[in-house]
């Protein structure tokens, strides 16, 4: 286990590298913000995203200033920003008209919106990674 003070970690600064220590800080804080109000699929496409090292720019259930909308994941690279949600199969079929304002909503803001089910995410991860990937220029 781990003790320390991970708020303070986590603020140590990003510039001109990030510290390990800084990362595995808020390495944890995503990780308890998923597993109090996340899904076991998100925590899966975390866990690919950690494994392509992109800790640093992944915010979990991030809400942008000026959306009122939580996003499961933001990535903001490359002058590109992008929103991650996470579905369950039953789930988006029954909300594609409110899936469909919130894209609205993020594309107009600048914001690319990427949706995936759980199902995709599970049997598909490297498709689903590579899509990300090429959206945010990497």
């Known amino acids: 286990f781990f003790v320390g003070n991970l708020s303070f970690c986590a603020s140590l600064p990003q510039e001109p590298r990030p510290s390990y220590i800084g990362l595995l800080a808020r390495y944890c804080d995503q990780i308890q913000k998923m597993r109090d109000g996340g899904s076991p699929i998100e ?5 690919w995203m950690m494994m392509r090292d992109w800790g640093h720019e992944v915010k979990v259930h991030h809400t942008i200033p000026g959306i009122d909308q939580e996003l499961d994941f933001f990535i903001h690279r490359n002058g590109r920003s992008v ?4 579905d369950g199969q039953q789930a988006h079929q029954n909300r594609q008209g409110t899936d469909a304002a919130r894209d609205a909503v993020l594309r107009a ?12 995410i ?3 991860p490297f498709n689903v ?3 990300i990937e090429d959206e945010i220029g990497r």
């Open 129 to 131: 990674i590579k899509r």
């Open 43 to 47: 925590v899966e496409l975390y866990g």
């Open 109 to 120: 803001n600048g914001i690319t919106p990427l949706r995936y089910t759980a199902s995709q």
């Open 122 to 124: 599970h049997k598909m």
């Open 83 to 86: 929103s991650i949600e996470v």
